[in-house]
């Protein structure tokens, strides 16, 4: 078995990736650290592995990959000093706090030719898939706008009353409910859309339950295509059916309650009225393909490090532009 690192068990992902690993027979954890000598212990127990230091794991040639789960703000140094030290990585999102630092972790990444992944798993569902090939086949026409909205009710629900309250300090996490939801919304929209021209925002705290937090907000993009772009993210919706809406000036496409429905003047049967099921298999879950690519399976879809550090940098743009009232043309590599 391949031999694997947890660097950081802050993130809220950090006890599924435990599980995903612990099903596994191909990869097995040997260190985990965390600032936090309490939670590292807790995930090396539920792990069998070792708490050590992190010279340890950047020094142990039999460590091949690592899994970055520490605080946002806490990713650059840990990322350049894996990639220093030629560990693959798989980063949860987001990358960076903003683009400078997000851009840089990019750069080293790719200079030590590493595997990267990070946690977009959007990208796997097949409705996503689907409407990429249909993007990409030119069946929409001309694009005009499109929309994504992810939101749940973690606010209204005290979910980050708990371990996780680091994900409502701002100053840890760079971003509050709406970047933590917006990250995956942005990623499916850019990797439908491509780049970013310039974005705003508005977003804002409702409840105080997280003082100085946000928990909603509406983004507006521009594309560099010309096509214009939506998104909602949040923890205080109670439903969010309508996930996805695409138009075109020969198609048209929306996603209620996770039910396609497809209209395109190049696509037979593509009417629009019932739900399109012709589409093609899932793909494994974000960190599973991570896990493929370094066991040494070919051709596996990864998100670049460059994208990534993308969708940091856009995020920042509608930040600046909730805060300034006014259009941001994001940082760009």
């Known amino acids: 078995m391949l031999q694997l690192a947890l660097v950081g068990c802050a993130h809220i ?60 703000d806490r990713h650059q140094p840990l990322v350049l000093a894996a990639a220093q030290a030629s ?48 993007v990409q086949a030119g069946n929409f026409g001309t694009i005009t706008r499109v929309r994504h909205t992810n939101c749940h009710a973690g606010s209204l629900k005290g979910w980050f009353d708990t371990e996780w309250r ?8 760079g971003i509050g409910g709406f970047g933590d939801l917006g990250t995956h919304s942005l990623d499916v929209l850019m990797w439908l859309m491509g780049d970013v021209a310039r974005v705003t925002a508005t977003i804002k705290n409702v409840t105080n339950r997280y003082p100085d937090c946000d928990e909603t ?37 929306y996603v209620a309650n996770g039910s396609l429905f497809y209209k395109s003047e190049k696509v037979t049967g593509a009417d629009g009225d019932k739900p399109w099921t012709e589409l093609p298999a899932a793909l494994p879950h974000a960190f599973e393909l991570f896990l493929d690519a370094v066991v040494g399976q070919k051709d596996v879809p990864l998100v670049t490090a460059q994208e990534a550090a993308a969708r940091s940098a856009v995020m920042a743009a509608l930040y600046q532009g909730s805060e300034q009232h006014t259009w941001v043309a994001p940082q760009k590599a």
Not at 28 to 52: E, F, G, P
Not at 87 to 108: C, I, T, W
Not at 129 to 134: K, P, S, T
Not at 223 to 251: E, H, K, M, R
């Open 217 to 253: 907000g509406e983004g507006l993009i521009e594309f560099s295509n010309g096509a214009l772009g939506s998104l909602a993210a949040g923890w205080l919706d109670v439903a969010n059916p309508i996930s996805l809406i695409i138009s075109g000036t020969q198609g048209h496409a």
């Open 166 to 173: 680091w994900l409502t300090d701002v100053k840890q996490a």
């Open 87 to 134: 560990k693959h990585l798989f980063v949860e999102k987001p990358l960076g706090m903003a683009g400078s630092d997000a851009y840089s972790m990019a750069r080293a990444i790719d200079q030590a030719g590493v595997i990267f992944q990070t946690g977009y798993f959007m990208r796997s569902d097949p409705v996503n898939r689907f409407l990429r090939e249909q």
């Open 13 to 72: 992902h950090t006890p599924n990736f435990v599980k995903r690993l612990n099903a596994r027979s191909d990869v097995a954890v040997k260190y985990v650290w965390d600032h936090d000598q309490a939670r590292a212990q807790k995930s090396a127990d539920a792990l069998n592995a070792k708490v050590t230091d992190l010279a340890q794991i950047w020094s142990d040639p039999n460590i091949v990959g690592v899994i970055i789960c520490a605080e946002t």
